[in-house]
């Protein structure tokens, strides 16, 4: 299993769940994103179709990678948001993974005898 995690098929298939995660979370900041998402599901169809064309390649694992991709982008990947503006015109972002959100925890007050 450790080698389709780490193996350059499984590798490409990760980044490319991370890019589409990333460009349907900012599709405001990437101007719609309409073609880069169809863009990336050629590149998937294409990898499964050379994959069940060809012998020795594991769809399973290419399948795995992209899962693998979409879930680790989705809770650990940047989730922009627009704050407001600085007083030079640059617009300031915020920043938080939905990770965060997930693993929020009230702080206790601890207390030592």
């Known amino acids: 299993m ?3 995690l780490f193996s350059q098929n499984s590798l490409c298939l990760i ?5 589409a995660v ?8 990437v101007g719609g994103g309409k073609e880069e998402l169809q863009h990336i599901v050629r590149v998937i169809v294409l990898n499964m179709v050379i994959g069940l064309l060809s012998q020795g390649i594991d769809n399973w694992g290419h399948l795995g990678g992209l899962v693998g991709g979409v879930g680790a982008s989705w809770l650990l990947g940047p989730a922009w948001k627009f704050e407001s503006k600085s007083s030079d015109g ?4 915020s920043d938080r993974a939905p990770i965060f959100s997930l ?3 009230k702080r ?6």
């Open 103 to 105: 693993i929020k925890k």
């Open 108 to 113: 206790e007050t601890k207390r030592f005898y």
């Open 90 to 93: 640059r617009r300031i972002f």
């Open 22 to 29: 990333f460009v349907t979370r900012h599709r405001q900041l």
């Open 2 to 4: 450790l080698f389709f």
């Open 15 to 19: 980044q490319v769940g991370a890019v």
